[in-house]
């Protein structure tokens, strides 16, 4: 399981995470620190929708998005799947999102923020536990010091590019992909680019990256680093 720091976390999320605990979990005020210190940020995401009694506006999701994941929905490069003029993603999460007139909980709110914008914090969760981080919309999306790879994609996810992570370097003595990554980069469309220093790809048709490109491109990474770390 990913570890979530507690002391990244504002007092407000965390006393409703408290609150969840002592009244549905049981749990003494004792167990709550080291039991909050286990869950996974998809967990802490959906008790602290539970402590709230589901009453959320757009505000309100990009506070527990923001202080949970570490993402600004509303940043300047996140951009909604389909444009809505003098819309801010904030008022667009009320139009679409807390609109829809039932409970959100947090199962619905992560699909529906993925249909929106394009960001999956389900798997940006499981991400976490990679050993790969991702810089997308402006922004780290996950990050930890002994990642072994990086995944850029550009605005509007346009494109993409992946470098070693200066851990790998330091680690290797290399200074570019193993041979085996770069062999099935090649294989997905991907070519070497000395601007980034790594393999990089767009689509030629000026789209944004498909999600099932992503998850191949994902995947190559993922495997080699199953098969090789131990």
Sequence with gaps: MSITNISVYPAHIFEGLKRVMQQE?????TEISSKIESLTKVEVMDMYIKSLDYNLNGEIIRDCINHIYGIDVNSKFVFAKKKVPHKTNIGLIDDYICSIGAHLTGPTLRLKINELFGIN??????????KVSLFSKGQWIVRNEKDLFEVHTGIGDLDVYIIPSHYYKEQTNE???PAEIQTQLLALGYS???DVDGFYF??????HVEDDFKKRTMGTL????DNQVK
């Design 121 to 130: 914090l389900d798997a940006i969760d499981a991400l976490g536990r990679t």
């Design 25 to 29: 979990l049981n749990e003494q005020v």
């Design 222 to 225: 993922f495997r080699w680093i």
């Design 202 to 207: 767009s689509n030629p048709l000026g789209k």
């Design 192 to 194: 070497y680019s000395p």
């Design 175 to 177: 200074r570019e992909l």
